[in-house]
Protein backbone atom coordinates (compact mmCIF):
# COMPACT_ATOMS: atom_id res chain seq x y z
CA UNK A 1 0.00 0.00 0.00
CA UNK A 2 1.37 3.41 -0.62
CA UNK A 3 1.43 5.89 1.93
CA UNK A 4 3.37 8.98 3.34
CA UNK A 5 5.05 9.79 6.42
CA UNK A 6 5.99 13.44 7.86
CA UNK A 7 7.46 12.59 11.52
CA UNK A 8 7.79 16.67 12.34
CA UNK A 9 4.45 17.41 13.73
CA UNK A 10 5.82 20.87 14.28
CA UNK A 11 9.10 23.23 13.13
CA UNK A 12 10.25 26.10 14.39
CA UNK A 13 12.83 27.91 11.73
CA UNK A 14 14.63 31.14 12.31
CA UNK A 15 14.05 33.98 9.27
CA UNK A 16 16.61 34.12 7.21
CA UNK A 17 17.43 30.67 7.98
CA UNK A 18 17.19 27.18 5.83
CA UNK A 19 14.59 24.62 7.12
CA UNK A 20 14.76 21.26 6.10
CA UNK A 21 11.12 19.21 6.40
CA UNK A 22 11.23 15.51 6.32
CA UNK A 23 8.91 12.99 4.21
CA UNK A 24 9.49 9.48 3.37
CA UNK A 25 7.35 7.12 1.16
CA UNK A 26 6.58 3.80 0.70
CA UNK A 27 5.38 2.15 -2.68
CA UNK A 28 5.60 -0.75 -4.91
CA UNK A 29 5.08 0.95 -7.86
CA UNK A 30 8.00 1.66 -9.80
CA UNK A 31 6.93 5.16 -11.59
CA UNK A 32 5.35 7.60 -8.87
CA UNK A 33 5.27 11.22 -8.28
CA UNK A 34 6.35 13.23 -5.47
CA UNK A 35 4.89 16.80 -4.46
CA UNK A 36 4.78 19.39 -1.52
CA UNK A 37 1.83 21.87 -0.78
CA UNK A 38 1.46 24.17 1.46
CA UNK A 39 -1.46 25.37 3.32
CA UNK A 40 -1.10 28.91 5.34
CA UNK A 41 -3.76 29.32 8.16
CA UNK A 42 -6.32 30.38 5.25
CA UNK A 43 -6.88 27.32 4.03
CA UNK A 44 -6.17 26.95 0.54
CA UNK A 45 -3.60 24.25 -0.93
CA UNK A 46 -0.73 25.75 -3.18
CA UNK A 47 1.69 23.68 -5.31
CA UNK A 48 5.16 24.03 -4.38
CA UNK A 49 7.08 21.81 -6.11
CA UNK A 50 6.97 18.49 -8.15
CA UNK A 51 9.13 15.15 -8.58
CA UNK A 52 8.88 12.55 -10.68
CA UNK A 53 10.82 8.77 -9.38
CA UNK A 54 12.45 8.90 -12.88
CA UNK A 55 14.11 12.51 -12.56
CA UNK A 56 17.45 12.45 -12.52
CA UNK A 57 17.84 15.80 -10.78
CA UNK A 58 16.38 17.01 -7.12
CA UNK A 59 12.93 19.77 -8.26
CA UNK A 60 14.35 23.26 -7.64
CA UNK A 61 11.26 25.99 -7.21
CA UNK A 62 12.49 29.40 -6.52
CA UNK A 63 13.68 29.03 -2.84
CA UNK A 64 11.82 25.46 -2.45
CA UNK A 65 13.81 22.61 -3.30
CA UNK A 66 13.35 18.70 -3.11
CA UNK A 67 16.04 16.41 -1.90
CA UNK A 68 14.86 13.33 -3.23
CA UNK A 69 16.82 10.37 -2.42
CA UNK A 70 15.07 7.50 -4.33
CA UNK A 71 17.04 4.16 -2.42
CA UNK A 72 15.78 6.05 1.29
CA UNK A 73 12.51 6.40 0.06
CA UNK A 74 12.66 10.07 1.14
CA UNK A 75 11.30 13.59 -0.64
CA UNK A 76 12.70 16.04 2.35
CA UNK A 77 11.45 19.57 1.12
CA UNK A 78 14.42 22.41 1.48
CA UNK A 79 13.34 26.18 1.97
CA UNK A 80 16.20 28.49 1.96
CA UNK A 81 16.32 31.82 3.16
CA UNK A 82 12.98 31.42 5.52
CA UNK A 83 10.05 34.24 5.53
CA UNK A 84 7.71 34.67 7.82
CA UNK A 85 5.01 33.95 4.86
CA UNK A 86 6.47 30.57 5.18
CA UNK A 87 4.73 29.93 7.98
CA UNK A 88 2.29 26.99 7.44
CA UNK A 89 1.64 23.72 6.88
CA UNK A 90 3.49 21.73 4.14
CA UNK A 91 2.00 18.41 3.03
CA UNK A 92 4.09 15.83 1.04
CA UNK A 93 1.96 13.83 -1.71
CA UNK A 94 2.19 10.80 -3.80
CA UNK A 95 0.46 10.33 -6.91
CA UNK A 96 0.35 6.81 -8.31
CA UNK A 97 -1.27 3.73 -9.75
CA UNK A 98 -1.44 3.22 -13.89
CA UNK A 99 -2.25 6.84 -14.49
CA UNK A 100 -1.05 8.62 -11.55
CA UNK A 101 -4.64 9.85 -10.75
CA UNK A 102 -4.50 8.94 -6.98
CA UNK A 103 -2.65 10.45 -4.61
CA UNK A 104 -2.11 10.42 -1.08
CA UNK A 105 -0.87 13.08 1.55
CA UNK A 106 1.04 13.03 4.67
CA UNK A 107 -0.87 14.38 7.47
CA UNK A 108 1.28 17.71 7.67
CA UNK A 109 4.22 19.50 9.76
CA UNK A 110 3.53 23.35 10.93
CA UNK A 111 6.12 25.16 9.90
CA UNK A 112 6.35 28.84 11.57
CA UNK A 113 9.29 30.91 11.31
CA UNK A 114 10.26 33.41 13.89
CA UNK A 115 11.53 36.96 13.49
CA UNK B 1 -7.42 32.09 -15.27
CA UNK B 2 -9.55 32.52 -12.26
CA UNK B 3 -8.51 29.01 -10.38
CA UNK B 4 -10.89 26.14 -9.31
CA UNK B 5 -13.56 28.03 -8.01
CA UNK B 6 -15.58 26.69 -5.14
CA UNK B 7 -18.82 27.55 -3.72
CA UNK B 8 -20.08 28.09 -0.81
CA UNK B 9 -16.84 28.95 1.00
CA UNK B 10 -18.75 28.03 4.17
CA UNK B 11 -21.25 26.02 5.02
CA UNK B 12 -23.27 25.54 8.01
CA UNK B 13 -26.29 23.31 8.20
CA UNK B 14 -28.80 21.25 10.36
CA UNK B 15 -28.19 17.37 10.94
CA UNK B 16 -30.58 15.49 8.49
CA UNK B 17 -30.14 18.12 5.41
CA UNK B 18 -29.35 17.83 2.22
CA UNK B 19 -26.06 19.73 1.18
CA UNK B 20 -24.54 20.47 -1.85
CA UNK B 21 -20.98 21.65 -2.84
CA UNK B 22 -20.35 23.13 -5.82
CA UNK B 23 -16.43 23.41 -8.18
CA UNK B 24 -15.83 25.07 -11.36
CA UNK B 25 -12.24 23.31 -12.65
CA UNK B 26 -10.07 25.19 -14.49
CA UNK B 27 -10.79 25.63 -18.24
CA UNK B 28 -9.26 23.13 -20.12
CA UNK B 29 -8.49 20.34 -17.29
CA UNK B 30 -9.62 16.93 -17.97
CA UNK B 31 -9.46 15.71 -13.84
CA UNK B 32 -10.87 16.83 -11.07
CA UNK B 33 -11.51 15.41 -7.58
CA UNK B 34 -12.64 16.02 -4.30
CA UNK B 35 -10.81 15.63 -1.26
CA UNK B 36 -12.10 15.79 2.21
CA UNK B 37 -9.52 17.42 5.16
CA UNK B 38 -10.33 16.43 8.67
CA UNK B 39 -7.62 16.18 11.75
CA UNK B 40 -7.92 13.43 12.65
CA UNK B 41 -7.77 11.93 9.00
CA UNK B 42 -5.83 14.30 6.90
CA UNK B 43 -6.27 15.02 3.32
CA UNK B 44 -9.08 12.17 2.04
CA UNK B 45 -9.88 11.56 -1.69
CA UNK B 46 -12.97 11.20 -2.19
CA UNK B 47 -13.38 10.71 -5.78
CA UNK B 48 -12.25 11.74 -9.20
CA UNK B 49 -13.59 12.18 -12.57
CA UNK B 50 -11.78 12.29 -16.24
CA UNK B 51 -13.39 14.52 -19.35
CA UNK B 52 -16.86 14.39 -16.89
CA UNK B 53 -16.76 10.62 -15.83
CA UNK B 54 -16.66 9.47 -12.86
CA UNK B 55 -13.04 7.13 -12.23
CA UNK B 56 -12.86 5.99 -8.50
CA UNK B 57 -15.06 6.92 -6.21
CA UNK B 58 -13.76 4.14 -4.11
CA UNK B 59 -13.16 6.92 -1.13
CA UNK B 60 -16.80 8.15 -0.96
CA UNK B 61 -17.69 7.44 2.89
CA UNK B 62 -20.97 5.95 2.58
CA UNK B 63 -24.05 6.12 0.45
CA UNK B 64 -25.00 9.46 1.90
CA UNK B 65 -22.09 11.31 -0.12
CA UNK B 66 -22.34 11.51 -4.14
CA UNK B 67 -20.86 13.31 -6.88
CA UNK B 68 -21.83 14.33 -10.45
CA UNK B 69 -19.77 16.48 -13.49
CA UNK B 70 -22.89 17.20 -16.00
CA UNK B 71 -20.34 18.92 -18.00
CA UNK B 72 -16.43 19.99 -18.46
CA UNK B 73 -16.90 23.22 -16.10
CA UNK B 74 -19.20 22.22 -13.18
CA UNK B 75 -19.33 19.82 -10.51
CA UNK B 76 -20.99 18.84 -7.14
CA UNK B 77 -20.61 16.77 -4.32
CA UNK B 78 -24.10 16.27 -2.09
CA UNK B 79 -24.71 14.71 1.35
CA UNK B 80 -27.82 13.80 1.87
CA UNK B 81 -28.98 13.17 4.85
CA UNK B 82 -25.52 15.01 6.59
CA UNK B 83 -24.47 14.43 10.08
CA UNK B 84 -21.66 15.93 12.65
CA UNK B 85 -19.25 13.46 11.64
CA UNK B 86 -19.60 14.80 7.55
CA UNK B 87 -17.99 17.93 9.27
CA UNK B 88 -15.07 18.92 8.03
CA UNK B 89 -13.69 21.15 4.76
CA UNK B 90 -13.98 19.88 1.44
CA UNK B 91 -11.23 21.21 -1.45
CA UNK B 92 -11.91 20.27 -5.09
CA UNK B 93 -8.96 20.00 -7.30
CA UNK B 94 -8.48 20.20 -11.07
CA UNK B 95 -5.33 18.68 -12.99
CA UNK B 96 -4.44 19.30 -16.88
CA UNK B 97 -3.19 16.00 -17.34
CA UNK B 98 -1.83 12.68 -16.18
CA UNK B 99 0.41 12.18 -14.88
CA UNK B 100 -0.80 14.64 -11.79
CA UNK B 101 2.27 16.60 -12.10
CA UNK B 102 0.58 19.61 -10.95
CA UNK B 103 -3.04 20.15 -9.41
CA UNK B 104 -4.70 23.73 -8.19
CA UNK B 105 -6.72 23.05 -5.58
CA UNK B 106 -9.81 25.32 -4.69
CA UNK B 107 -9.88 27.46 -1.60
CA UNK B 108 -12.26 24.95 0.25
CA UNK B 109 -15.58 24.97 1.49
CA UNK B 110 -15.64 24.57 5.24
CA UNK B 111 -18.59 22.78 6.01
CA UNK B 112 -20.46 22.78 9.89
CA UNK B 113 -22.70 19.88 10.67
CA UNK B 114 -24.39 20.96 13.94
Known amino acids: AQKITQTQPGMFVQEKEAVTLDCTYDTSDPSYGLFWYKQPSSGEMIFLIY??????QNATEGRYSLNFQKARKSANLVISASQLGDSAMYFC????????????FGIGTKLQVIP | DAGVIQSPRHEVTEMGQEVTLRCKPISGHDYLFWYRQTMMRGLELLIYFNNNVPIDDSGMPEDRFSAKMPNASFSTLKIQPSEPRDSAVYFC????????????FGQGTRLTVV
Open chain 1, 51 to 56: QGSYDQ
Open chain 1, 93 to 104: AMSYSGGYQKVT
Open chain 2, 93 to 104: ASSPQTPWTEAF
